[in-house]
């Protein structure tokens, strides 16, 4: 094993298989190891080791950025003793993200400033760490993207934004009425990942009030919610707006 310049050979070795972070860290982990006497066997170790962790780090921050995710929130700075009436296991449960592998859906209903949001943005920082691919999107700039798509003939293209990622976000249903053309592209999402892959979505409208959004028959409503619940849980959420929380009664 005799090589004029094994740094030389040893750093293009590195460079073909992109093993930029063993490339990186190499001189000064074999110098460590040469003072404290450590076995080839550790070095190898500890670059290997080094290696996976860069590149796990390096997914999880593609994942979070395909994902769109607002500002981080997690679930630890959730105060579960806020909303009057909090579901908790429910709501535990959905951040084990196993029901995504399962293909499930939830609807997280409650009124404004409850953390709907909140709770839908730390779901999805949980299930990127978990390895799931996710996308957030408001409802209305789904619907916005898909309208223009369709206008443009290539719905088909933008589709795959929101059927692709194992589990998609869906905030705010029901603050801005969804016209007909909206509630039918909505009913395409909802239809085109129903049993391949999990929906979550936020409202301030109970299933009941569903009709009243979509400027459709009831019918598509009701198509919609049988989709989303036969594998799916509703999470009602009561009480009143954290964003008011520590404003003095009038
Ligand atoms: P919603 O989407 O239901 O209207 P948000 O999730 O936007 O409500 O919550 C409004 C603000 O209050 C956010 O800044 C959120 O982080 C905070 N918030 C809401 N509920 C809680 C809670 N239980 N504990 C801590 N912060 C909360
Ligand atoms: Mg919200």
């Given at each position: 094993m005799t090589n004029p310049d094994p740094h030389a050979a040893l750093r293009e070795h590195l460079a073909e298989l992109r093993l930029d972070q063993i490339a990186?860290?190499?001189?000064?982990?074999?110098?460590?190891?040469?003072?404290?006497?450590?076995?080839?066997l550790d070095v190898l170790v500890t670059l290997v080791a080094a290696e996976v962790t860069a590149r796990r780090e390096r997914a999880l921050q593609r994942r979070i950025a395909a994902a769109r995710l607002p500002k981080r929130k997690t679930l630890e700075e959730f105060d579960m003793a806020f909303p009057k009436r909090l579901p908790k296991q429910k709501v535990l449960r959905l951040f084990d993200c196993e029901f995504v592998a399962q293909h499930q859906s939830a609807v997280l209903i409650g009124p404004t400033g409850i953390g709907k949001t909140h709770l839908l943005t730390a779901l999805g920082y949980t299930a990127c760490e978990r390895g799931v691919s996710v996308r957030f999107t408001r409802v209305v700039d789904m619907l916005n993207g898909l309208t223009a798509a369709q206008i443009n003939g290539t719905l088909a293209k933008a589709l795959k934004?929101?059927?692709?990622?194992?589990?998609?976000?869906?905030?705010?249903?029901?603050?801005?009425?969804?016209?007909?053309?909206?509630?039918?592209?909505?009913?395409?999402?909802?239809?085109?990942?129903?049993?391949?892959?999990?929906?979550?979505?936020?409202?301030?409208?109970?299933?009941?009030?569903?009709?009243?959004?979509?400027?459709?028959?009831?019918?598509?409503?009701?198509?919609?919610?049988?989709?989303?619940?036969h594998h799916g849980e509703a999470i009602v959420i009561h009480g009143d707006s954290y964003r008011l929380k520590d404003r003095p009664p009038e």
């Open positions: 990186e860290i190499y001189p000064e982990v074999m110098n460590e190891a040469a003072r404290k006497n450590c076995s080839p934004v929101y059927t692709t990622p194992s589990l998609l976000l869906l905030d705010e249903l029901g603050y801005l009425p969804i016209d007909k053309r909206g509630a039918d592209l909505m009913f395409q999402v909802v239809a085109a990942r129903y049993e391949f892959g999990s929906i979550v979505i936020t409202t301030n409208r109970a299933f009941r009030d569903w009709g009243k959004i979509f400027d459709v028959d009831n019918t598509l409503a009701t198509a919609m919610i049988d989709r989303l619940m």
